[in-house]
């Protein structure tokens, strides 16, 4: 089993950027797929970005797209995710996820992820 720990949120007006980390216990990580997903008030929890395995592949949100990046780091055992010229509608609380599994299917979906974080806040104020 795996624990993650974002950090990295705040209250920031739009147009600025803020960088979130998750960082996982044990000594795979490797082995797992990684994504971030946000959830606003009354709404459920949408796929944000993802990343497989090596790095090698990385998947958006159309709404992000441009604005934010994935990446990870095998050897800290931290994915991150650089969100640039941030709006007010990017207002939620980010989760990451691991995908414990050797083949993603679908990274969007939250199906396919075992195992998640707390949450981190990401305010946006216009």
């Known amino acids: 089993q795996v624990q993650l720990v974002e950090s990295g949120g705040g209250l920031v007006r739009a147009g600025d950027s803020l960088s979130l980390s998750c960082t996982a216990s044990g000594h795979r990580f490797s082995n797992y797929a990684m994504g971030w997903f946000r959830q606003a008030p009354g709404k459920d929890r949408l796929f944000v970005a993802a990343?497989?395995?090596?790095?090698?592949?990385?998947y958006y949100t159309d709404s992000v797209k441009g604005r934010f990046t994935i990446s990870r780091d095998n050897v800290k055992n931290t994915v991150y995710l650089q969100m640039n010229g941030l709006k007010p509608e990017d207002t939620a609380v980010y989760y990451c996820?691991?995908?414990?599994?050797?083949?993603?299917?679908?990274?969007?979906?939250?199906?396919?992820?075992?195992?998640w974080g707390q949450g981190t806040q990401v305010t946006v104020s216009s």
């Open positions: 996820a691991a995908a414990d599994r050797a083949t993603m299917p679908e990274y969007s979906s939250r199906a396919l992820y075992d195992y």
């Open positions: 990343i497989s395995w090596r790095g090698l592949n990385t």
